[in-house]
């Protein structure tokens, strides 16, 4: 019973001995994913720096998706990088961060009515870029969560003028921006929830 008893306690005395290492390091890299606006769904990655006690982490975002907003096809794409700054001294807790961002859009426009009254359709791209400014909250340990809120800083235009050409016809037209998610006329907003490992 003793011998029993005392192998317990050695056990508990490991695990706490484990929790309590495992809760002063840094884990240094974190990958992962994230939910939200503009990005819809992105993957992540985050490097904690050891120098000037781990409070710098240097992050990359990317995402690739298809929307449709009526007779508009949207295909996005969304590149993020920065810097967070965790006011913490392990990677984790409350943060902020800043960081560049390019939200990359073809356009294809269908149904456009042309002067001679056919119908065709044409295709433009348009790139966002922004100044982002975020704050964030990221638990600890191998899994983590985060969330993120904030706003990017740019101007968005609001109509396009591109050329389509239909039954050997050109056409030059002006369109308004079809609705993205997060984008207004000053910038666009920021928010979303993330998961991943840390390692």
């Keep these: 019973m003793k011998k029993t008893l005392l192998i317990l306690l050695a056990l508990v005395g490991i695990q706490f001995s484990t929790a309590q290492m495992e809760s002063s390091t840094s884990k240094r890299i ?28 240097p992050f990359i975002d990317y995402g690739a998706f298809d929307i449709e907003d009526g007779p508009t096809d949207i295909g996005l794409k969304y590149t993020e990088f920065g810097l967070n700054y965790y006011f913490g001294s392990k990677g ?28 065709g359709s044409g295709t433009v791209g348009v790139d966002i870029g922004t100044t982002n400014l975020k ?24 109509t396009i003028d591109f050329t389509a050409t239909a039954n050997g016809v050109t056409e030059t037209f002006s369109e ?24």
């Design 30 to 57: 974190s990958v992962g994913a994230k939910v939200g606006v503009p990005n819809v769904l992105s993957f992540n990655g985050e490097f904690v720096l050891p120098i000037l006690d781990n409070h710098l982490a």
């Design 92 to 119: 984790k807790g409350l943060y902020i961060g800043a960081g560049i961002a390019e939200l990359s859009t073809d356009l294809i426009f269908n149904d456009l009515e042309f002067d001679d009254g056919t119908t």
């Design 135 to 158: 704050l964030g909250l990221k638990t600890g340990g191998v899994f983590y969560f985060r969330i993120e809120a904030g706003y990017g800083l740019g101007s968005p235009p609001k």
């Design 176 to 199: 308004p921006i079809p609705e993205i998610p997060g984008v207004n006329e000053s910038g666009l907003l920021i928010g979303n929830i993330g998961f991943g490992f840390s390692f």
